[in-house]
Nanobody, 126 residues
Framework: QLQLVESGGGLMQPGSSVKLSCAAS????????MAWFRRTPGKDHEIVAVISWYNGRTYYAGAAKGRFTISRDDAKKAVYLQMNRLKPEDTAKYYC???????????????????WGPGTQVTVSS
């Protein structure tokens, strides 16, 4: 069983930066693609970024491109999301998710991810 726990959220000023962390336990994540999603009340999970287990390639949704960076440290069983130049519209609960099916494609739909953390709230407001 894989457990994921996010941390690092909070109340942020517009224009500031924050780094979210996702700590995995229970098994190695080295052969899993990992993703960050976010969700606001009344909406589905929205993909933010994906990092492939296969070649380390990354994918970013439009809102994240140029501002966010996803990274991973398989030895520490951790995934990170560096978020820069935060905007009020980035306010959401952020979730870490694992695709354990070994796909080499970077999947972008929540139904394609098997394990999820409980999420960490990021609120961007002055």
């Amino acid at each position: 069983q894989l457990q994921l726990v996010e941390s690092g959220g909070g109340l942020m000023q517009p224009g500031s930066s924050v780094k979210l962390s996702c700590a995995a336990s229970g098994r190695s994540i080295a052969s899993y693609s990992m993703a960050w999603f976010r969700r606001t009340p009344g909406k589905d999970h929205e993909i933010v970024a994906v990092i492939s287990w296969y070649n380390g390639r990354t994918y970013y949704a439009g809102a994240a491109k140029g501002r966010f960076t996803i990274s991973r440290d398989d030895a520490k069983k951790a995934v990170y999301l560096q978020m820069n130049r935060l905007k009020p519209e980035d306010t959401a609960k952020y979730y870490c998710a694992a695709d354990i099916r070994g796909s080499v494609d970077m999947r972008k739909r929540e139904s394609e991810y098997d394990y999820w953390g409980p999420g960490t709230q990021v609120t961007v407001s002055s």
